[in-house]
């Protein structure tokens, strides 16, 4: 079982930038970011792999940079740029496989206009 522990979330005006962070309790081999605005579904926005492998999915593309520390068993998702659009609960999500195994709770992103 590995746990999650999300922070970083908040209120930001539109243009602003924001990073999340993500602390896990053990070593895993994908880390991920999605999130779920109201309404929708929840979505990938990035995913790293441990040897540092990123793919980037949707709006937050180009944007937005996932980066991890092995040693911490941290993820990190950096975000630019942000939107009234991008506002969601992002979670934080992890596993040795895909899909992930373990979440966590979410951190609330507000972008104000």
């Known amino acids: 079982q590995v746990q999650l522990v999300e922070s970083g979330g908040g209120l930001v005006q539109a243009g602003g930038s924001l990073t999340l962070s993500c602390a896990a309790s053990g070593s895993v081999f994908n880390m991920a970011w999605y999130r779920q605005a109201p309404g929708k579904q929840r979505e990938l926005v990035a995913l790293i792999t441990r040897g540092g492998i990123t793919t980037y999915v949707g709006p937050l593309r180009g944007r937005s940079t996932i980066s991890r520390d092995n040693a911490k068993n941290m993820v990190y998702l950096q975000m630019n740029s942000l939107k009234p659009e991008d506002a969601a609960v992002y979670y934080c999500?992890?596993?040795?496989?895909?899909?992930?195994?373990?979440w966590g709770q979410g951190t609330q992103v507000t972008v104000s206009s």
């Open positions: 999500a992890v596993g040795q496989t895909w899909p992930p195994d373990y």
